[in-house]
């Protein structure tokens, strides 16, 4: 579970990461001033040839691989909610990083993030006991039917 929970957290540093250069990148870029189709030839040209837009595709691509690698290993319902950390690293950056502005508010959602991905762990942590439990005890039923311990009914 540690390999797990550290490769978890490195994806998600990237994407906190790919987060701020996506929006330095779209910020650079700038807004679509009409629709029209040499409007939208100038965004695309804008943002092919963005630095920060195209860090913030790699970084996001990272992350979307370390993504796939804890799939591949772990339970979805373990490992998907607990994706929802990143909110808690990208605000941290958006406020440290971008200055922006986070109100008591959004930090007591990230608060409630934090607490839901406490539980989640948690029930990862025990699950191996459950399921050690459950296991034991047709063992036991089946000592106690012959009331010898380890030995078989004849």
């Not at 797990?4 to 700038?30: D, N």
């Not at 929802?84 to 608060?111: D, I």
Request: hydrophobic letters at 55%; aromatic letters at 8%; a positive charge.
């Amino acid at each position: 579970m540690i390999r797990l929970l550290t490769v978890l957290l490195v994806g998600l540093c990237l994407e906190a990461v790919g987060v701020v250069f996506l929006s330095r990148g779209l910020k650079e870029v700038g807004e679509m001033d009409r629709v029209s189709v040499s409007e939208v030839l100038r965004l695309l040209r804008a943002g092919i040839t963005n630095g920060p837009l195209l860090a913030g595709i790699a970084f996001e691509a990272a992350f979307f691989g370390c993504l796939l690698h804890l799939m591949s290993r772990g339970d979805v319902s373990f490992v998907w909610p607990l994706t929802s950390l990143g909110f808690v690293l990208t605000t941290l950056a958006a406020r440290f990083v971008l200055n922006e502005a986070v109100s008591p508010l959004r930090w007591f959602g990230v608060c409630l993030i934090v607490l839901g991905a406490g539980v989640i762990t948690y029930t990862e942590k025990v699950k191996p006991r459950a399921a050690q439990a459950a296991s034991a005890v047709p063992a036991a039923q089946a000592d106690t039917a012959t009331g010898v311990p380890g030995r078989p009914q004849p």
